[in-house]
């Protein structure tokens, strides 16, 4: 088999809970792939990802550029070791496996790490090339999102309520 695997770790300035609950969603899936991809099963959902569910669905590569039909399966949501592990394949990916793992550094602040092993054949190693940009985009992003989860709600006044 030709994999390889690439692992980026960034610090996000949040506590790993909320970021734990974030990544569990579409919606911050579709917020750190903004114009890198674009993956219509994801942009319908509302409801967190489940362990054990499998979505399927045609994948855009810079939302439109067409690569094939990419499948899903949410394989591990590991609430006591906040790791995600999502096994994924489709168009030139034949496996595509995801780790998202997350270590509280403190009260405040949580260690995010993407972990990601590909086979893609003959094509593994530009593959590899494209997921190094697409996972440090995401970082990037996770940076910038980290500090407003924990944000007050707009209808929240100054005692919380």
Do not use: C
Not at 76 to 89: F, G, V, Y
Not at 108 to 117: A, Q, S
């Amino acid at each position: 088999m030709n994999t390889l695997t690439l692992t980026r770790t960034i610090d996000l300035d949040a506590p790993a809970p909320v970021v734990w609950d974030a990544v569990r969603t579409p919606a911050a899936f579709r917020t750190v792939t903004r114009g890198l991809l674009r993956y219509p099963p994801a942009e319908r959902r509302t409801d967190a990802w489940r362990e054990g569910e499998t979505v399927s669905g045609r994948l855009w590569l810079f939302g439109v550029v067409p690569f094939g039909r990419h499948t899903i399966r949410l394989a591990r949501i590991d609430e006591a070791q906040l790791t995600l592990t999502s096994d994924e394949h489709g168009g030139l990916i034949r496996s595509w496996v995801h780790d998202i793992v997350l270590e509280p550094l403190d009260d405040h602040r949580t260690r995010y790490t993407d972990r990601v092993t590909i086979d893609a054949g003959w094509a593994t190693l530009p593959v590899t090339a494209f997921a190094w940009l697409l996972y440090k985009v995401r970082q990037t992003r996770w940076h910038r999102l980290a500090p407003t989860l924990n944000a007050p709600t707009p209808t929240a006044d100054r005692r919380g309520r």
